[in-house]
Each structure stands twice: as C-alpha cells, then as structure tokens.
C-alpha cells in the first residue's frame, strides 16, 4: 500500500507529467500498455512511462515523464498532443479516457472527440437533472 499511496509523491522531483487517469477492459491491459507506450515514446523519445493503479478494475494511472536531463517546460507543452494519443489507445480498447477522478476541467471538451453525440447528450441531461443551477463544479462537464 506504501508503493501505492507514495507513488505520485515519487514522481514529482521528475518535474512534471502528462498525467491519465483511464480505463480499459482488464483482458486488454496489457495490450494497452505496450501498444500506448510505443506510440509515445515514438512520439517523444526518451520519455519515461509509469503505469499502476486499480488493474483489478481495469483503472489506470497511466503517467509520462521527462526523460532524464530534459527540459521540462518544453516536455509539458507537449502534454496534450501527447494525451490525445494515449486516449486514442484507451478508445481503440474501448476504454473511458476518465475513470475514478471524472472528466474535470481539462478532459470536459476532449471527451467530444471520444463519445457520440447520444452519450454527449445523456451527459448533460444527467447533469441537468441533478444540478440544474449549475453550484457544484460549475465550469465542469458541458
């Protein structure tokens, strides 16, 4: 539980990171870690990927960091080309680019690209129902 809980801690003197928190089916796990690793180290080289999290559940925190020695401003400003193809990987597998921490701030127009309008829809009716005067998180999903 240590390893688990200490885990992001860890990771913060490497300076930064494209950071995902998504799920896939568990049978894919593994195929999604190879096949979203190779796309982006392909797409960065020399960066470093850390993967763990709930795999019992399929939910994945599926993070890249800096190679050693980067320079770690121009590694974040590759952070959402470099998101975009993790997440078309989690969709390939039939994924959600969200698991336990929801859409937020940042996923709330990228999840446009991976759902249908249908879903897009039921979304924001589900919202609408359950916040109707928009208090809680109001800048948040749709």
């Not at 763990?52 to 974040?76: K, Q, S, T």
């Not at 080309?81 to 078309?88: A, K, L, M, P, Y």
């Not at 996923?107 to 897009?120: G, H, M, N, Q």
Request: charged letters at 25%; proline letters at 6%.
């Amino acid at each position: 539980w240590r390893l688990r809980e200490e885990h992001s801690a860890g990771l913060k003197p490497e300076g930064g990171g494209w950071k995902h928190d998504v799920s896939v089916p568990i049978s894919r796990i593994a195929d999604f870690i190879d096949e979203a690793t190779t796309a982006v180290e392909a797409f960065h080289p020399g960066c470093r990927v850390s993967c763990f999290g709930h795999v019992g559940d399929g939910n994945l925190h599926y993070d890249i960091i800096p190679g050693v020695g980067e320079d770690i401003p121009a590694f974040i400003a590759r952070w959402k080309e470099g998101s975009q193809i993790v997440h078309d990987v989690v969709a390939k597998y039939n994924g959600s680019i969200s698991a336990e921490h929801g859409l937020g701030r940042l996923k709330t127009e990228e999840v446009k690209r991976y759902k249908s309008p249908l879903e897009i829809q039921t979304m924001a009716a589900i919202r609408k129902a359950i916040d109707p005067q928009r208090i809680m998180n109001p800048a948040v999903l749709f």
